[in-house]
């Protein structure tokens, strides 16, 4: 192996972070959504996976319009604060507006799930997602896209988190 192989294996392992990532839509062209926040979030760093999308209804509040998720693995350099209000900015730059307060109808969503084993809470960025444990629409994609992954809080893997997962609804794969 050469010094220059060596030194970005060495680097890739050594700052390289594994972000997994949820993106939720529910209103406009659901599919075009999902992949413009696809395309800007590549700026980031490299999206080594992405999950089937997976539909759904609201999730804690009544909507008339269906969801579309989707999970990805993405490796990146970035630091978590910084790679949080990079992916914010993304929202707004697709069209996402906060207008109030709790759960809303929405063109883009980006949630960070989790990053490497990573627990933090800050005022911008709870790790791992204090929700996503009782998201069905979360733990099937997830589940697709990083099988073997462990919840660094409650120490169980995505396949046990789906069996006690008290979401009702599940989610349907698209191709």
């Given at each position: 192996?050469?010094?220059?192989?060596?030194?970005?294996?060495?680097?890739?392992?050594?700052?390289?972070?594994?972000?997994?990532?949820?993106?939720?839509?529910?209103?406009?062209?659901?599919?075009?959504?999902?992949?413009?926040?696809?395309?800007?979030?590549?700026?980031?760093?490299?999206?080594?996976?992405?999950?089937?999308?997976?539909?759904?209804?609201?999730?804690?509040?009544?909507?008339?319009?269906?969801?579309?998720?989707?999970?990805?693995?993405?490796?990146?350099?970035?630091?978590?604060?910084?790679?949080?209000?990079?992916?914010?900015a993304v929202?707004?730059?697709?069209?996402?507006e906060r207008?109030?307060?709790?759960?809303?109808?929405?063109?883009?969503?980006?949630?960070?799930?989790?990053?490497?084993?990573?627990?933090?809470?800050?005022?911008?960025?709870?790790?791992?997602?204090?929700?996503?444990?009782?998201?069905?629409?979360?733990?099937?994609?997830?589940?697709?896209?990083?099988?073997?992954?462990?919840?660094?809080?409650?120490?169980?893997?995505?396949?046990?988190?789906?069996?006690?997962?008290?979401?009702?609804?599940?989610?349907?794969?698209?191709?």
């Amino acid at each position: 192996m050469s010094a220059v192989t060596t030194a970005r294996t060495v680097l890739k392992n050594d700052f390289m972070k594994e972000v997994l990532i949820l993106l939720g839509t529910n209103l406009g062209h659901k599919r075009e959504n999902l992949a413009k926040a696809i395309e800007s979030i590549r700026r980031f760093g490299k999206i080594d996976r992405t999950s089937a999308h997976y539909e759904s209804p609201a999730w804690g509040y009544e909507s008339n319009a269906s969801y579309l998720n989707q999970v990805l693995l993405l490796h990146t350099a970035m630091e978590p604060e910084l790679l949080m209000q990079g992916l914010l900015a993304v929202e707004q730059e697709l069209g996402r507006e906060r207008l109030t307060e709790g759960y809303a109808d929405r063109l883009i969503d980006i949630d960070i799930l989790s990053i490497d084993a990573l627990v933090q809470q800050t005022a911008l960025l709870e790790l791992p997602h204090p929700r996503m444990h009782l998201r069905r629409f979360t733990l099937l994609p997830l589940q697709e896209v990083h099988p073997e992954w462990m919840h660094p809080i409650l120490g169980q893997s995505v396949s046990a988190l789906l069996e006690v997962c008290p979401d009702t609804a599940v989610p349907t794969k698209l191709s």
